[in-house]
């Protein structure tokens, strides 16, 4: 007999994470004979969707159980999450939630790509990981829904718009209210930043006041990031953290642009020289994107104005 206990690892009673590139979480519930379960993401390919299965399979015959993938609840569109969707839901008949402004994503996956692109991609990123097969939606997630289980527990949903336009982190409460936070891209752990200093996002000042909201969660025994090591108990380091290195990317933006107006490009290579980050094709991609989100924001709040002079396109420090 396997031994399962590190490929699907308990959190609270019925509360379950099945590590890996992609954090996966499982929450189960005995119903008519069965086991129903609620999966949280999927991981980024259709082989992420034959491992979770399998995991599955040898978990619960090693418990005497029959289950049923009840619905995987995507935390957002984003391929690393939702790329596994399509086969599972193939597999399984399972229902697949999400919140309304990331359907497209999963539904229509080339709307990812031409979103961090800025119109239609090159084919260099229109690659399997941007351009998973699609999946069919059976259910909006709504902030105020709670999905009652037995003995007093619920699942219940955050959002945390930032990272993507309408994060939504998955909680789980048991009777005695102890919680299991499966927050998805709404949070980064140590080790992520560290590879990624400045990762992806759509605002970075509303995932600040999705951290806020993250703060403020009671009784939360687990916190599960999308990627990375779990967080037991005390999220406010990794909340200090996220914080800080959105306000150094900030601070870096109106530092150099206090030296002379920059073009967009001309920002992209002064802040990967700083950081010392060697920019290949995707990265590149990524990060211009972020950068522009930083930008528009800074702009919105004042901070920045915007000169367009022969013919381009220039940030400044009124």
């Not at 601070?251 to 150099?256: G, S």
Request: glycine fraction near 8%; charge should be negative.
């Amino acid at each position: 007999m396997s031994d399962i206990s590190t490929k699907i690892i308990e959190l609270l009673p019925t509360a379950y994470v099945i590590p890996g590139l992609t954090n996966v979480g499982i929450i189960t519930e005995k119903r008519c004979g069965k086991t129903d379960v609620y999966m949280i993401d999927s991981g980024t390919t259709e082989i992420d969707g034959e491992y979770i299965l399998s995991i599955l399979d040898t978990f619960f015959e090693q418990r005497g159980e029959k289950y049923k993938i009840k619905a995987i609840i995507n935390t957002h569109g984003h391929t690393d999450h939702t790329g596994a969707n399509h086969y599972i839901q193939k597999t399984t008949e399972c229902d697949i939630w999400i919140a309304n402004l990331e359907r497209p994503y999963i539904e229509n996956p080339v709307l990812q790509a031409t979103d961090i692109w800025g119109g239609t991609p090159p084919h260099e990123i229109q690659t399997a990981y941007f351009k998973p097969q699609p999946s069919k939606v059976t259910k909006i997630i709504e902030e105020e829904d709670c999905i009652k289980l037995s003995g007093g527990r619920f699942i219940s949903f955050v959002m945390l718009p930032g990272h993507s336009f309408e994060m939504t982190a998955v909680v789980y409460s048991d009777k005695a209210g102890k919680k299991v936070v499966f927050a998805g891209d709404g949070i980064f752990t140590r080790d992520e930043l560290s590879k990624h200093w400045i990762p992806y996002m759509a605002h970075p000042f509303k995932f600040m006041e999705s951290l806020d909201k993250l703060s403020k969660l009671e009784n939360v025994e687990w916190c599960i990031p999308g990627h990375g090591d779990f967080i037991n108990r005390n999220l406010n380091e990794t909340i200090e953290m996220d914080t800080l290195a959105i306000l150094e990317t900030k601070q870096l933006l109106l530092n150099l642009l206090s030296k002379g107006r920059k073009t967009s490009g001309e920002l992209l290579k002064d802040v990967a020289d700083i950081n010392e980050i060697k920019l290949g094709f995707g990265q590149s991609v990524l990060i211009r994107s972020t950068l522009k989100s930083y930008l528009a924001a800074l702009h919105d709040q004042g901070l920045i104005k915007v000169i367009i002079e022969d013919n381009t396109f220039y940030w400044y420090i009124a």
